[in-house]
């Protein structure tokens, strides 16, 4: 299994990025799929997941400005981020809704500057 995140960057505060996660060795719609994040000094936390049926759940901190997506043909899951803050620097992670912990990618750096 191969998780491969990406997308992330630099960006602005307000702005806006778009994450992908392209599975291998995995099919996405047998499970729930999420985003994690890491910021320095923190654990890694759950912000965005989708169910297999495609109902979508958020963690308080992105609600309302981050939106999970996923191409069940193209076996990704994505992750759109609006009004981006500096509290949502972070490393972001894909992985199954619970993670599998033998399944943890790169993941992608994203950071915000004010």
């Known amino acids: 299994v191969q998780l491969v995140e990406s997308g992330g960057g630099l960006v602005q505060f307000g702005g806006s990025l778009s994450l992908s996660c392209a599975g291998s060795g995995i099919i996405f719609s047998r499970y729930f799929a999420g985003w994690y994040r890491q910021a320095p000094g923190k654990e890694r936390e759950l912000v965005a997941h989708i169910t297999s049926g495609g109902a979508t759940h958020y963690s308080d901190s992105v609600k309302g400005r981050f939106t999970i997506s996923s191409d069940n043909a193209k076996n990704t899951v994505y992750l759109q981020m609006n009004s981006l803050q500096s509290e949502d620097t972070a490393v972001y992670y894909c992985?199954?809704?619970?993670?599998?912990?033998?399944?943890w990618g790169q993941g992608t750096q994203v950071t915000v500057s004010s």
């Open positions: 992985n199954a809704v619970p993670a599998f912990p033998q399944f």
